[in-house]
């Protein structure tokens, strides 16, 4: 009866795991971010082009996670190069009287940080100098939760569990 259920959930997982890295963009060329296994809330999230020179502060909320005690966030900052890499490219998460942390990218690239937030309103401000001939440039912004570590030891745990029936099962045809 374990083993059924173990297999069953082997089953999930790894179709959960196919799917995930099937919207992660696995060509090797995408430069979005590599999506999680478990794929946590995001709070904020834009894409947009700036002309030559363009600064904006946009109010997001970052609500109340009753599920856990931490409550750690990534502002992903990313430089999609179209039609050409910018030549600055900043962003800045505050709340009305302090900043959380920034990110800052050069030339081309992707930049994120970590912070620690409560729930409330938060400030997404983006500043910008467009790169190339047109002034012109396309970027992302996420804000999204960090899994926790308990998230990952339970992946473990049952990717251990998984492997574990595999090799019974295994084990079991061999000897019949």
């Given amino acids: 009866m374990l083993g059924k259920i173990l297999g069953n959930i082997g089953i999930l997982a790894v179709f959960a795991f196919t799917l995930n890295m099937a919207n992660a963009g696995m060509d090797g060329k995408s430069k979005h971010p590599p999506m999680p296994m478990f794929e946590m809330p995001t709070v904020y999230e834009d894409v947009g082009f700036i002309n030559d020179m363009e600064f904006s502060s946009t109010p997001f909320y970052i609500p109340v996670d009753t599920t856990s005690s931490d409550n750690f966030y990534r502002a992903t900052l990313t430089d999609f190069e179209n039609p050409a890499a910018f030549d600055l490219l900043g962003l800045d998460v505050t709340t009305s009287t302090t900043s959380m942390g920034a990110a800052l ?30 002034d012109l440039g396309l970027y992302g912004v996420q804000i999204a939760m960090v899994p926790e570590m308990e998230v990952w030891a339970m992946m473990l745990a049952g990717m251990g569990l998984i492997g574990y029936q595999l090799r019974r099962q295994r084990n079991g045809k061999l000897r019949a």
Avoid at 113 to 134: I, K, M, Q, R, S
């Fill in 105 to 134: 990218i050069t030339g081309d690239g992707q930049k994120f940080f970590d912070f620690d937030a409560t729930p409330g309103v938060y400030y997404a401000n983006l500043f910008g100098v467009a790169g190339g001939e047109l």
